[in-house]
């Protein structure tokens, strides 16, 4: 669990412990992580945006044998401001933690699944995407986080389309307003908001049942989705009431 100190990582963390299974979790604030965890999970402190560290927990991973099946990439960095404001070194950084530091696991860690694939054809192998609702189309005040979770959607996709035929499963989680450290730093009405826990129970029942996309809430998924079929022109023309 790649972001399990805070919001939707930290109670899907907490539902899979509920249930048996075994856990490591990581994020930057390792202090935050034994504060949470204790006893009942592995603990790897890891800032997936820095190189160094992720080639330390792979290589650590590769010596124990001890990669995991099961990955939920769930890192991010968020704040609003409108483009006149952005800042291109929180810009960066938005962008090397939400999207470019997947490119520093991914691989290696499906190379190993591959390897393991060879020889045991029953493991169940599934990576798990965190991306956004704000990925489907341009939103204000957004452009790197939007950006970066469009990102993520495409490599979510690719990453399907490839692995699916080694025998590697591959979600993509689209989540809507989530009450979380990040969506409190918004100031405007954040409709269908919900708990953290309510989207971890909502992508566990779309693990489940093997959907590709799991998006919740579905009220504000939908109109997302609709949005995303609309001619360019008209969906520019609505976005401005956004």
Not at 4 to 25: D, H, N, P, R
Not at 42 to 66: G, P
Request: proline share 5%; net charge positive; hydrophobic share 40%.
């Amino acid at each position: 669990m790649i972001g399990a100190s805070e919001g939707i990582g930290l109670a899907l963390a907490q539902e899979l412990i509920k249930l048996g299974s075994e856990v490591t979790v990581s994020a930057r604030n390792e202090n935050r992580l034994r504060e949470i965890y204790s006893d009942k999970a592995r603990i790897r402190a890891l800032d997936v945006s820095k190189l160094s560290d992720c080639e330390n927990l792979l290589a650590e991973f590769s010596r124990d044998k001890s990669t995991p099946d099961i990955v939920f990439w769930l890192p991010a960095m968020y704040q609003p401001l409108p483009i006149v404001e952005e800042d291109s070194s929180l810009s960066n950084q938005i962008i090397t933690t939400n999207l470019t530091s997947a490119f520093h696991v991914l691989p290696s860690i499906v190379r190993t699944w591959c390897k393991k694939r060879e020889t045991d054809k029953n493991t169940h192998l599934h990576w798990i995407w965190f991306s956004s609702l704000a990925a489907y189309g341009g939103l204000p005040n957004a452009a790197d986080y939007g950006a970066s979770k469009a990102g993520l959607m495409h490599l979510s996709e690719t990453s399907y389309i490839e692995l699916r035929k080694k025998g590697i499963n591959v979600t993509l989680v689209s989540p809507g307003f989530v009450d979380t450290r990040l969506t409190k730093k918004n100031t405007f009405h954040m409709p269908f908001i919900i708990p953290s826990q309510k989207a971890a129970l909502l992508t566990l029942r779309g693990l489940s049942k093997g959907q590709y996309e799991i998006h919740f809430p579905k009220t504000m998924s939908l109109i997302f989705k609709l949005f995303r079929l609309l001619p360019r022109a008209l969906y520019f023309r609505l976005a401005r009431f956004l």
